[in-house]
Nanobody, 127 residues
Framework: QVQLVESGGGLVQAGGSLRLSCAASGRAFSSFDMGWFRQAPGKGREFVAAIRWNGGATYYADSVKGRFTISRDNAKNMAYLQMNSLKPEDTAVYYC????????????????????WGQGTQVTVSS
């Protein structure tokens, strides 16, 4: 079982940037695909981005494509989400989670496929 802790959230103006971090402990971090999700007030948790276990492929929700970048450092047991050109609609609690690796171009995007959820980190984007 992998345990995850998110950090790096905060308050930022529209157009600004933040870098979220996800620290992993427990079972081999490098054996999992990693995902970032977010949950806005009054809404369900939605997929944001995912990265292959070896960092060799990534996948993004249409709403963040071109603005967000997911990355990982397996030597440090860390995953990251660089968020640029932030919009007020990006305001949410952001979570990272782990899932069994998929093959080819497939990525898990359903929160039910993920485990090891942390407590989340709040991102607030002011207009």
């Amino acid at each position: 079982q992998v345990q995850l802790v998110e950090s790096g959230g905060g308050l930022v103006q529209a157009g600004g940037s933040l870098r979220l971090s996800c620290a992993a402990s427990g079972r081999a971090f490098s054996s999992f695909d990693m995902g970032w999700f977010r949950q806005a007030p009054g809404k369900g948790r939605e997929f944001v981005a995912a990265i292959r276990w070896n960092g060799g492929a990534t996948y993004y929700a249409d709403s963040v494509k071109g603005r967000f970048t997911i990355s990982r450092d397996n030597a440090k047991n860390m995953a990251y989400l660089q968020m640029n050109s932030l919009k007020p609609e990006d305001t949410a609690v952001y979570y990272c989670a782990a899932t069994s690796p998929r093959h080819g171009f497939m990525f898990a995007t359903d929160e039910g496929d993920y485990a090891g959820w942390g407590q989340g980190t709040q991102v607030t984007v002011s207009s």
